[in-house]
């Protein structure tokens, strides 16, 4: 049902932790699952130079977001974002399809993280050539939200 390779990323998962002062951070979350996703990127040149993640989740979610952190790391904006739920999937040698939506969420973490640097940087001309405006949306909307719904991710953050 799994294969070496993703069993290998879940024994020994790439980029694990967090980046001090990132140029982006994506948060997203299955409320089906519960699990809960955050990647960060540091952004040079338009090149992700570094990538790292936390995953509060099942093991396809860490075999998903080590392994899709480790193809985006060197790569330029444009390229990262061929980094599809698909592509993720098929790096681990596939995904039974009830885990299909962990490795939507490596990819749909990474996408954010990346719309948030954009944002960040003001390249909003950039967010919307790039089809990221339903990122840009959810990410406005997380900062309007009540305090109470965003401190469960601060506090998964800041473990
Ligand atoms: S079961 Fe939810 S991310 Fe895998």
Redesign the pocket.
Same mark, same amino acid.
């Given at each position: 049902m799994y294969s070496e390779k993703l069993f290998e990323h879940f024994r020994n998962p790439r980029n694990v932790g967090e980046i001090e002062n990132p140029d982006g951070v994506g948060t997203v979350g299955?409320p089906v &699952?519960g699990?809960l996703m955050t990647f960060m990127i540091k952004v040079k040149d338009d090149v992700i130079e570094d990538i790292k993640f936390k995953t509060f989740? &099942?093991g /396809? /979610?860490i075999a998903t977001s080590s392994i899709a952190t480790e193809m985006a790391k060197g790569k330029k904006i444009e390229e990262a974002l061929k980094i599809s739920k698909k592509v993720v999937a098929d790096a681990l040698g596939g995904l039974p399809p009830q885990?299909m939506? &962990?490795s939507n969420?490596a990819s749909d973490a990474l996408r954010m993280a990346i719309t948030d640097y954009l944002r960040k940087t003001n390249q909003i001309e950039r967010i919307k050539e790039l089809g990221l405006e339903k990122e840009l949306k959810i990410l406005e909307g997380e900062e309007t939200e009540e305090h109470e719904e965003t401190s469960e991710v601060e506090e998964f953050l800041n473990d």
């Amino acid at each position: 049902m799994y294969s070496e390779k993703l069993f290998e990323h879940f024994r020994n998962p790439r980029n694990v932790g967090e980046i001090e002062n990132p140029d982006g951070v994506g948060t997203v979350g299955n409320p089906v &699952c519960g699990d809960l996703m955050t990647f960060m990127i540091k952004v040079k040149d338009d090149v992700i130079e570094d990538i790292k993640f936390k995953t509060f989740g &099942c093991g /396809a /979610a860490i075999a998903t977001s080590s392994i899709a952190t480790e193809m985006a790391k060197g790569k330029k904006i444009e390229e990262a974002l061929k980094i599809s739920k698909k592509v993720v999937a098929d790096a681990l040698g596939g995904l039974p399809p009830q885990k299909m939506h &962990c490795s939507n969420l490596a990819s749909d973490a990474l996408r954010m993280a990346i719309t948030d640097y954009l944002r960040k940087t003001n390249q909003i001309e950039r967010i919307k050539e790039l089809g990221l405006e339903k990122e840009l949306k959810i990410l406005e909307g997380e900062e309007t939200e009540e305090h109470e719904e965003t401190s469960e991710v601060e506090e998964f953050l800041n473990d």
